[in-house]
C-alpha cells in the first residue's frame, strides 16, 4: 500500500471490486464517494496532527469504510508523518467493525513483526472480528496468544470468546473459557454466565444451566430475566413442570417479569397438559401482578429424570476396535422364522383353561400369505402383458403380408 516515515511498507486494504462492502455497507454506490473521501483529504490543513488522522480512521470504522483505509495512511506518508500504535489499532478496528477479520489479522500480524507490541486494544479488535464472524477457533488462538505474550486479557476478551463458543454450540469450550476467566480474577458480569446458561439451556441439559445460574447469583451477580428464562424454558422443553415453577418462584421473588417468549412457551405447556390452575399461578408470577406473593421459601423439586450428559461424543475405546473388527454382522432372521423360533425357545405357559391368553402370532402368517398373493399377482400380470404382446406381433405380421 504506502510507506511509512522510515520506509516500513504497510499491510494492503485490498481492493473494494471484488472483495467490496458487504451489503448494507455505507457508500457502496461507487467510487464517486471515494473521490470525496480523497478531496476531504488533500483539503486538510497542513499542520494536521496525528489525531485528525486518529479521527478520520474512528469515522471509516463507524461508516465500515474498509476500503479507504489505504488513503488515509497514503497521505500520511506524503506529509512525513509516522503512523503510531494508536493510528494501527484504529485502523485495525476499522477492518473489525466491517467484519474483515483477515485483514485485521494482517495488520495485528504487522505490527508484531514491526515490533510496535500490540496491546490489549490490537488483540480486543481482531478477537471480536473473529468472533462476530464465525471464526471461534481462530478467536480463541488470538486469545490464547494474547495471553502468552503477558498482556492481561480483560471481559472484552472473554466475554468475545466465550459467546462465540456458546452460539456454536460448544458448551465445554465456553466452560473452560468461563472459568479461566474466574480463575484470573478477571471481572465477570451477567453476559458471561448468561451465555453459558443458554448454551446449556438450549442443549437441555438442566442441570448445567442450573449450576451455573447457582453460581452466577453465589457470586454476587444480579441475574437478569435472561439468566431466569434460559432455565425455565429448558425446564419445559424436557416436560419438568414442577422444576420451571420452582424457578418462576425465584424468578418472581427477584421482582423479575418474564418476556414474551418465555410467557408463551410456559403457557403452550401448561394449556397442553391441561393444568388450569398452575397456568392462572404462572402467568400472575410472571407478570407480577398486585396481590400475587412469590414463594420464596419453595424447595426445589426433585431432579430431572434425564439430562444430558455429554456435550460431545465420547472418544472410542481402543480397547474395543479388535472386538468390533472380529464381530460378525449379526443375521437377520424372517419375521415369520424369528416368531416361529421364539415360540419354541419360550417357556411353556400355564395350562389349557377358560383363562389362558388366546395366542398372539397369527398376524404373520396372514401378512406372508398377503404378500404371496400380491407376488403371485404380479406374476401374472407380467404374463397377461407378454401374451398381448405376442398376439400384437402376430397381428401386425399377417397385415404386413396382405399389403404386399
Known sequence: MCAGGEGRN??????????????????????????????????????????????????????????????????????????????????????????????????????????????????????????????????????????????????????????????????????????????????????????????????????????WLERMLADGLHADEVSYSSVIKACVHKGELDLAGYWLERMAAANLTANEVTYNTVAGACLQAGDEERLIRWRALMKLESGVVPNKDISRPSPPSTCTAHFEDPPPDPSLAGDLRRKRPVERIPRGEQDASERSAAPRGPPSGPDRPKPQRERPQNQKVVAQSSSTAGWMQWVVLVAVLAVLQVFMTVWARRGT
Open 10 to 211: 504497510f499491510p494492503t486494504a485490498g481492493q473494494k471490486g471484488g472483495d467490496g462492502p458487504r451489503d448494507g455497507d455505507y457508500g457502496k454506490g461507487g467510487s464517486s464517494e471515494e473521490v470525496r473521501f480523497s478531496q476531504t483529504l488533500a483539503a486538510l490543513a497542513k499542520n494536521s496532527g496525528p489525531g485528525v488522522f486518529t479521527s478520520l480512521l474512528g469515522r471509516l470504522a463507524r461508516e465500515r469504510r474498509w476500503w479507504d483505509v489505504d488513503a488515509i495512511f497514503a497521505e500520511m506518508q506524503v506529509r512525513g508523518m509516522k503512523p503510531n500504535r494508536i493510528h494501527i489499532n484504529a485502523a485495525i478496528n476499522v477492518f473489525a467493525k466491517a467484519r474483515r477479520p483477515q485483514k485485521a489479522e494482517e495488520w495485528l500480524i504487522w505490527m508484531q513483526e514491526q515490533d510496535l507490541k500490540p496491546n490489549e486494544v490490537s488483540y480486543n479488535s481482531v478477537i471480536n472480528a473473529c468472533a462476530q464472524s464465525g471464526y471461534v477457533e481462530r478467536a480463541e488462538m488470538w486469545l490464547g496468544r494474547m495471553l502468552e505474550g503477558g498482556i492481561e486479557a480483560n471481559e472484552v476478551s472473554y466475554n468475545s470468546v466465550i459467546n462465540a463458543c456458546a452460539q456454536k454450540g460448544r458448551v465445554s469450550r465456553a466452560e473452560m473459557w468461563l472459568e479461566k476467566m474466574l480463575s484470573a480474577g478477571v471481572k465477570t458480569d451477567a453476559f458471561s454466565y448468561n451465555s453459558v446458561i443458554n448454551a446449556c439451556a438450549q442443549r437441555r441439559d438442566i442441570e448445567r444451566a442450573e449450576t
